[in-house]
């Protein structure tokens, strides 16, 4: 008797701690009633309500977008809700169906896959939600896309590198998982700028680092063994890079190799004005945020969703000398 | 030449002859079915009768002897083969699928098709298991779910099941076991309707009263020997008992040594819902008690309970004056009690370690100052122990998994014996041990009662207690039903006490 | 009717075959030199002293996880959380570090919060009887959702000093190499020379035979699982530490290539059966197939079908030379 009715006990508080960490819904929603920067009407009536899905909130560089997004949000007295798709498309998709029974008035979502997200963007048109796809496109039409492409970002890493490495340079490309949209995107942007643009150039590896940092690390360390000499390693994510100078630095090898990243995360940031990492692409993840957040303003202005074009943030090469202006 | 007698004659087993790792299990026995008739196979524990109906419904294939079924010689290779010779066999354990219906545990792997082979027709299910159901007089819903039957009801759908396989031999293992007196009465209706049907069927059982309510001949094993077969009129039960017990009492079994005086051990009132009521007993110092009984009298339960395995709900404990207060097994090794249970394999051993590290396991207060093991003491000393005891084994580091019984449970003696110990439980000592180690075990248990140490021996071998005890317990039903010093202590006397209690109810 | 159906597997049974054993015992030695004779013939890289301390170094952090597995495995349970509570434990001690400057006071606070998570585990487990699988994976949760609002989803960096732990050096050996081989022989020395050691083999190989034989098994499985925590606490610190900054994303699958070590060096699901010189054997040929992989330039989608293999087979052998236990 005592055994299970501890063990209910244990079941509810492990559950309400799971509630909690996956979502702080509730927390958001009362400081947006109680926010005043909205119009008296909006005080009475319900507010408008985005209902925000993360691809998966290991990554960083996603989480910062949902607080700048909640922030942004909050401050036009709207109320976010939240979820966390954590890598599973199926997840993120079943998150979204119950964001569309809850009728939010607008979806945000990073969708995970290319293809798998198709049916949540088709339940939100059945059901009359907008649906905005942040970040990352879905093989279908009928929804507004924020975000940066990241074929771009590619382009920029290629561009720079194109710009500044010697003759018949020696390079190493460390990806993400390679089932990701992101990672076809960025890499086809940084062939194009430089594996095209300059053929002296020489590719001697490409392998994944998950886009982690310790991998990155490994990889690194693996690659110093193999490879005498090399100019410069490529990342497509700055946690990587910021391993791959670890492994350099610890190596007394850093010097003369250029190691460049995706995001602009505040590590890569610090890096870069250490002179360690050389060059990150920033994200600009609160005009990402904002963005959304203009596209609710206009649908609860009462604009047809389908009007609504879509947004682009550019990406922005940084570099010790104008690491300054993002900070 | 066909007599009249042998035309009724079903089937015939001649001469079976069956061992096991060169021990002799089954010697020349024979057996005669005929249509239409419930046939007792009786015996003690350890008569060959599971092995016989094992080879009976080709579970074992390799054994000497002849089996004829209508007079023409048949062997078979596997149950499948048996079964589809019409031979069935409803066992002592009960294994329904739960969740699925009648019907589809009746016809399981065998599940009527529509045209297309490999769906199966539902209208067909249904309706054949209707029919049969029927046949018997029974009004079950073909639709109901397993799990929601009776433990009668199980052993009903079981018997329809041997039946809707167009069975001509059934045979039922213990299959009153787990029935009241009302369910057994129906299920005799049964067995009759069936016998009436011309259907023949093997009815092993340990109640005498049900043998001579509804069996028509009897065939007794014992020791693996084919004894006799009358049919009933011309037995009771005092032939048939002689006939099953009747084993000379050789010298397997070592003279005793007189008990001490003082007693040591005291047992008063103990109960466990369920399991034991009001048992009390007491033993001497370097007496040995033993306590028989078939199983499911309760006997390991109440050990189980003096151990500290299981909690008793009332009674007392005293050794030597001291009350005790038991509530792990913790509690009783401190105290000096050990037990050496009656299933090695899940109680006494871990088979995965080795010799030294089972004979260590309960023996750390000995073996290790603070956490850190003392090798040389443990080695020193399961040495010495496994050489008093005589465990064959190479090297104290094999597998205690890797021994043969009689070795293994000679290990769980010693993991107990380096002790210095008030009490030695002992729950069938020699089960699955041939004999030669048997008499070494003897021997040991002997010796241990001499040095003065009180022993309480379970046991189902009424030879093993006869020959052992300075006193025999009989326990049925959860109690105890009498109390026999040596000179009375018979097999005889024994089994009156068990079947006496078993007609009470 | 049980004893004569018993006595059939009497008899001869001493003289079973040892090959089983033999494996057990030595089998992955063997394996483990192959790998290094393969290897070395397909890259000339591969033997560079630098590449080999590189392997070792890169799988230290794997390796003090493995050792937490295998006590655990071995006693037949398992923590499914041990990823999620290193990066707990590690941001912990990188917040302590740049808020106190302190690396002592990095490390223990690393090393407590692990063993707490553990003791916490211990303590679901056997109070709740909950089974170490579901626990555990509460546990994981809690742990990554705890670590998530503490870091904000972003690294903490700045942590000077306490680099050291993961990258510095004693002579010519890499700190991390030095913990972790302080941890296999602290592990091995409990499980082979304290009692605390014989109750984790003997609960893994019969637990009920255990309690008959008067073992406290609760408060040693919490014990256990306090152990464990420690060491992934441990582990935490060191490869933050490495890694130069507290990485909140880092922990996510470690418990599984711990796990895989473990198996690949002979600690059995079953229970009862396990030392930690083999796991520590099953982390480096799980690294030096990394590696080599990684030399050779063998795409990321082939690595991960290789390692899948490993698994596989590594389990397979497992089960076909456990011992006999019905």
Known sequence: MKKRFLSILAFVLVLSALTACSGNNDKAGSEASGANGASPAAADKKPFTIAFDNANDVYAYCVKVREYLKQAAEAEGMKVLVANGAGDVKTQNDQIDNFIVQKADLIASISIDLDGSVPAVENAKAANIPYLSLLTHVNTDGYIYVGSENKQAGEVQGEYLAKVLPQNAKVLYMTGQTNDQQYVDRKAGLTEKLLKARPDVKLLAEQSSDNQKDKGMSLTEDWMQQYPQFDAIISQNDDAALGAVEALKAANRLKGVVVVGIDGSDEALKSIEAGELTMTVFQDAKSQAQAVVDVAKKLRDGEDPKSITDILIPFKAVTKENVSEVK | MRTRESRDILLAMEGITKSFSGVKVLDGVSLQLKKGSVHALVGENGAGKSTLMKILTGMYDDYQGTITLEGKPIRFPDERAALNAGISIVAQELTPIPDLTIAENIFIGREPTTRFKGIISRKKLYEQTRELINKLGLAYDPHTKMRELSVAETQMVEIIKAISRDSRLIVMDEPTSALTEAETHYLFGQIEQLRDQGIAIVFISHKFDEIFRICDEVTVLRDGKFIGSQPIGELDQDKIVTMMVGRQISDIYPPLLPPGDPVVFEANGLTRAGEFKDVSFRIRKGEIVGVSGIMGAGRTEVARAIFGLDRLDAGEIKLAGEKLKIRTPRDAIRKGIAMVSEDRKQLGLVLVRSIKDNIALPNMDRFARGWVIKRGKLREEAKQISAKLSVKASSLDIEAGNLSGGNQQKVVLAKWLVRSLKLLILDEPTRGIDVGAKTEIYRLIRDLASEGLPILMISSELPEVIGMSHRVLVMAEGRIQGELPREQATQENIMQLIVAAAKEH | ?326
């Open chain 3, 1 to 326: 009717m049980s004893a004569t159906v018993t006595a059939e597997k009497e008899a001869g049974r001493d003289r079973r075959t040892d090959w089983k054993l033999l494996y057990r015992k030595y089998g992955i030695v063997l394996i483990f030199f192959a790998i290094i004779i393969i290897s070395a013939l397909l890259n000339s890289n591969f033997l560079e002293p630098q590449n080999l301390m590189n392997i070792v170094r890169q799988n230290a952090v794997i390796a003090i996880l493995a050792c937490a597995q295998t006590i655990l495995i071995v006693s037949g349970m398992i923590d499914l959380s041990a990823g999620f509570v290193l990066a707990l434990a590690g941001c912990l001690a990188c917040g302590v570090m740049v808020n106190t400057g302190s690396v002592s006071a990095a490390l223990f606070t690393g090393i407590a919060v692990g063993g707490l998570c553990g003791w916490l585990n211990g303590f679901l487990i056997t109070r709740f009887s909950l089974q170490p699988f579901i626990a555990t994976l509460a546990m994981a949760n809690v742990a990554n959702g705890i670590t998530q609002v503490y870091t904000g989803g972003s690294a903490i960096s700045g942590i000077k000093e306490l680099k050291y732990v993961g990258q510095g050096m004693v002579g010519p050996i890499p700190l991390p190499i030095i913990i972790m081989l302080f941890i296999v022989l602290l592990t091995w020395f409990i499980m082979k020379h304290t009692k605390f050691g014989l109750y984790i083999y003997a609960i893994g190989g019969n637990e009920k035979a255990t309690i008959a034989s008067g073992v406290h098994v609760n408060r040693t499985k919490r014990l256990i699982f306090l152990l464990s925590g420690l060491f992934v606490g441990l582990a935490g610190v060191v490869l933050m530490a490495r890694l130069n900054s507290g990485q909140p994303s880092v922990g996510v699958g470690k418990e599984f290539d711990a796990i895989t070590a473990a198996v690949v060096g002979g600690t059995s699901f079953n229970g009862g059966i396990g030392n930690v010189f083999g796991t520590l054997v099953g982390a480096l040929i799980v690294g030096m197939i990394n590696n080599i992989l990684n030399l050779m330039n063998v795409s990321t989608q082939y690595q991960l079908i290789i390692k899948g293999l490993l698994i596989a087979g590594a389990v397979i052998i497992d089960i076909r030379t456990k011992s006999a236990k019905s």
